[in-house]
């Protein structure tokens, strides 16, 4: 494994006995809300208190954040509480005033991770800043795309970065919001392991009854830290209310999650194991989706063949399948006996579902 970590970090200067912790309400609604929820927050796991000002709304006429108005309610939470700040920039404008406000981390939005152009203005505005820059991945599964804009930030000088895994768009309709595709981020923490790496459950399940499994996930798979959408009244929010939790749901959050020490050897040999469990079980989580996939398709195909009044075995098809697989199979080191087994019972669930449809 590449994923031990060699540099000193902002975080690991921070010297935290627990994950990185950033919360606070999807958008800054007014001032007593920000006010009321950053005291709620207070003297709990939470390091930075997040808030969005200028949101990114997919569709015009939402409410699109109360603009520079909110830095001065950020700026009230840091004096009230002495939770550090934080929230998103998408161009040099908002980079401007986000520093003259004193904003302790910026994060740039996965629709602005997707152009370079942003990126570029962004790091331009930015420029030999000692702030903490985050960059979310871009909407689309383009780990080149995250790589490129963290590259044009530490071409500017910026120093103090780290990166967010907020899930990615899809045209299917999933459990989740935005996809994990946890692949991508295990990719991502073996080629930058001295890159601090943050998940956003929220954005990635957009539902708060999945959260903590979620981030049950990142911190296994190794993840430094959670940034978690907080409400004290998620149901009336103004954006994202669906996944918003309560400052007391995060607290019970933060309590029940396990968390990996890595100081003693026996500690460092289990969570090794637990990463290299979760790896095991996020796969095959996409094995039995794929499945399902599959068994759908070949429905649809029993479908056809009733209407058709064709025999469900066909024969010739199902021997070139087999051949394909077997080579396939031997050049990712499965013995063809075991692809054999697995494609005979693939098969013969689909033969199932074909029947099952043609006989009504
Ligand atoms: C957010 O954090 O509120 C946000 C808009 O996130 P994303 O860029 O991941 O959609
Ligand atoms: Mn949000």
Redesign the pocket.
Same mark, same amino acid.
């Given at each position: 494994m590449e994923n031990s970590k060699q540099m000193r970090t902002w975080l690991d200067d921070m010297k935290l006995d627990h994950p990185l912790v950033i919360a606070g309400p999807? /958008?800054a609604e007014t001032e007593e809300q920000v006010l009321k929820i950053a005291h709620e927050l207070k003297d709990t796991d939470v390091n930075y208190f #997040?808030a !969005?000002i200028w &949101?990114?709304r997919t569709r015009p006429g939402n409410f699109e954040g109360v603009g520079a108005l909110g830095l001065k309610w950020l700026q009230k939470v840091k004096e009230e509480t002495g939770l550090k700040t934080c929230t998103?920039v998408a161009n040099a404008a908002h980079v401007k005033l986000a520093l003259e406000y004193d904003v302790d981390l910026l994060?740039i !939005?996965?629709?602005s991770t997707v152009s370079p152009f942003i990126m570029q203005e962004i790091a331009d505005a930015l420029e030999g800043t000692d702030k903490i820059v985050l960059v &979310?991945n871009p @909407?689309n599964p383009d780990l080149s795309l995250w790589l490129g804009g963290i590259e044009r930030l530490y071409t500017a000088g910026i120093k103090n970065l780290g990166a @967010?895994h #907020?899930g990615f768009s899809t045209y299917e309709k999933t459990k989740y919001r935005?996809i994990p595709e946890w692949q991508l981020a295990i990719e991502f923490q073996n080629k930058f392991p001295d890159l601090p790496l943050i998940s =956003?459950p /929220?954005?990635i399940t957009g539902n708060r009854e999945m959260i903590f499994d979620v981030s049950q996930t990142a911190l296994d798979l190794n993840f430094d830290g959670l940034?978690i959408?907080t409400h004290y009244d998620p149901e009336n929010a103004w /954006? =994202?209310a669906a996944q918003q939790v309560t400052p007391e749901k995060l607290v019970q959050i933060m309590r029940d999650l396990k968390i990996r020490k890595e100081s003693d050897p026996e500690a460092e040999y289990n969570s090794e194991l637990t990463n290299l469990r979760a790896q095991i079980d996020v796969i095959d989580g996409q094995l039995i989706e794929m499945l399902g996939k599959r068994m759908k398709i070949s429905d649809s195909i029993g479908g056809l063949k009733k209407q058709k009044n064709v025999a469900v075995l066909q024969s010739n098809r199902w021997n070139q399948i087999l051949g394909a697989m077997i080579l396939e199979g031997e050049s990712k080191g499965l013995s063809e006996e075991f692809i054999l087994k697995m494609f005979k019972a693939i098969h013969q669930e689909s033969i199932n579902h074909q029947e099952k449809i043609i006989n009504g």
């Open positions: 999807c /958008s #997040r !969005g &949101k990114p998103e994060w !939005g996965a629709r &979310k @909407i @967010i #907020r935005n =956003d /929220s954005h940034m959408e /954006s =994202d």
